[in-house]
Every structure is written in structure tokens, then in C-alpha cells.
């Protein structure tokens, strides 16, 4: 079966710096991933969306990355904010039908002033 | 980007009784909108696929006589627990692709539903 794993443990980083997360699967080739911000009490908020024939992709600050070899997707947000303090979700499409989407349970970052 | 509301954001009720989830896509059409349920600490888990005008489509696992789902308009998807128990206590989040074809996917704001 499919399996989405990112970092359980929080990220604490200092304001300024670059938070590096990391979203691996197993046993699935998706067609794309996504990342989303949840937070507390709240829906996931759409961030970025890579899809398998694309290495990079940036949003302003954010930078994603998709190794299909690997199986591995790198989150980066440069620059960090404590605004930016939330948990981070990555997603992968769904063998069965579209728009189906799997999650990572999430990895939370704190960002300190 | 699209907008997706759900109502109410958070909801209590009494063991036995059922409980509605409205979720609505405000300026787009949406003739799939998924529902998802998230408990503290863990992952959104989908629990089915709305379709406009035909029958949703379960995951393994989810009693379908329970949650009832119903795609009445291209802009409403509702969700019903039905007999509420305090283990469905959970955070229901809905959502919808901003147009058919598209892969980006755009969340509710959530409801928090407590069984007492």
C-alpha cells in the first residue's frame, strides 16, 4: 500500500533561516505532489504543486523539489518568519481516481524571532 | 484562488442525534468535492468522493448508511453523521478541485464536531 512519510518531530529554526522538510513515499509513482499549510483549527491552505517531469519549483519563498527516483520531495522556506509557523502537509495523487489525494500527517514548523 | 466555506465551523450535540455539514464552493462549480476527516495529531484521512447528481463513492472503512453525503447543486456538498457517537467527535474538513481537469485542490475551513 501507499505510504507518505514526513518528519514527526517539529522543526525549530531561527527567524532568517531556511527550514528544509522532507515528504517520502513508498510503493506508488504519483503523478504529483502537493504541499499545503495547515493551521491550528484550520483547512490545509494550497502552497505548491510539482508534477513528476518537473525537478523545482518556487512560490516567492518557497521551494519545492521532486526526486522521483528517490521518492523524495524537499520543502523549503527561506528567509523563515515566525509567520510561518505551522504545520506543513505534503499530499501525493491517487492511483485510484482523480483528485483523490493522500497526506503526510505533517511536519511542524516553529519559527523563533 | 478558489474559495471553499463550510458551515458551521464547529458544532456540539448529544449522543444518538445527527448533525449536517454544509460545504460550498463560492465562485466556481465544483461537480467533485471530497470529505475529509482529521483527528488531533494525525493526518487528513478521505473519507468519500461527492459526485453532482449521483452517489458518492465511499473509502474502505466509512459506513456510508452514517455519513451520508449528498451533491444536490454544482456548489453544495453536504455531509450528515447520522446516530452521532462520541468516537465520530473529529474534524471534518471538505474540498474541490477549482475546475475540471485541474489538480489543485482547495480546502474548507473545517468543522470541529464534539459528541457529547
Keep these: 500500500s501507499q505510504k507518505i512519510e514526513q518528519n514527526s518531530e517539529a522543526l525549530n529554526i531561527q527567524e532568517g533561516k531556511t527550514a528544509t522538510l522532507t515528504c517520502n513515499y513508498t510503493n506508488y509513482s504519483p503523478a504529483y505532489l502537493q504541499w499545503y499549510r495547515q493551521d491550528p483549527g484550520r483547512g490545509p491552505v494550497f502552497l505548491l504543486l510539482i508534477r513528476e517531469n518537473e525537478k523545482e519549483k518556487r512560490k516567492e519563498r518557497l521551494k519545492v523539489t521532486f526526486d522521483t527516483t528517490l521518492k523524495q520531495s524537499l520543502f523549503h522556506i527561506t528567509a523563515s518568519q515566525p509567520a510561518d509557523s505551522a504545520t506543513y502537509l505534503c499530499a501525493l495523487d491517487s492511483a485510484d481516481s482523480w483528485g483523490k489525494l493522500q497526506f503526510g500527517a505533517g511536519t511542524q514548523v516553529v519559527v523563533t524571532p | 484562488g478558489?474559495?471553499?466555506?463550510?458551515?458551521?465551523?464547529?458544532?456540539?450535540?448529544?449522543?444518538?442525534?445527527?448533525?449536517?455539514?454544509?460545504?460550498?464552493?463560492?465562485?466556481?462549480?465544483?461537480?467533485?468535492?471530497?470529505?475529509?476527516?482529521?483527528?488531533?495529531?494525525?493526518?487528513?484521512?478521505?473519507?468519500?468522493?461527492?459526485?453532482?447528481?449521483?452517489?458518492?463513492?465511499?473509502?474502505?472503512?466509512?459506513?456510508?448508511?452514517?455519513?451520508?453525503?449528498?451533491?444536490?447543486?454544482?456548489?453544495?456538498?453536504?455531509?450528515?453523521?447520522?446516530?452521532?457517537?462520541?468516537?465520530?467527535?473529529?474534524?471534518?474538513?471538505?474540498?474541490?478541485?477549482?475546475?475540471?481537469?485541474?489538480?489543485?485542490?482547495?480546502?474548507?475551513?473545517?468543522?470541529?464536531?464534539?459528541?457529547?
Excluded at chain 2, 82 to 93: L, V
Excluded at chain 2, 98 to 103: P, S
Design chain 2, 2 to 116: 478558489a474559495v471553499v466555506s463550510q458551515h458551521p465551523s464547529w458544532v456540539i450535540c448529544k449522543s444518538g442525534t445527527s448533525v449536517k455539514i454544509e460545504c460550498r464552493s463560492l465562485d466556481f462549480q465544483a461537480t467533485t468535492m471530497f470529505w475529509y476527516r482529521q483527528f488531533p495529531k494525525q493526518s487528513l484521512m478521505l473519507m468519500a468522493t461527492s459526485n453532482e447528481g449521483s452517489k458518492a463513492t465511499y473509502e474502505q472503512g466509512v459506513e456510508k448508511d452514517k455519513f451520508l453525503i449528498n451533491h444536490a447543486s454544482l456548489t453544495l456538498s453536504t455531509l450528515t453523521v447520522t446516530s452521532a457517537h462520541p468516537e465520530d467527535s473529529s474534524f471534518y474538513i471538505c474540498s474541490a478541485n477549482e475546475a475540471l481537469g485541474t489538480d489543485t485542490q482547495y480546502f474548507g475551513p473545517g468543522t470541529r464536531l464534539t459528541v457529547l
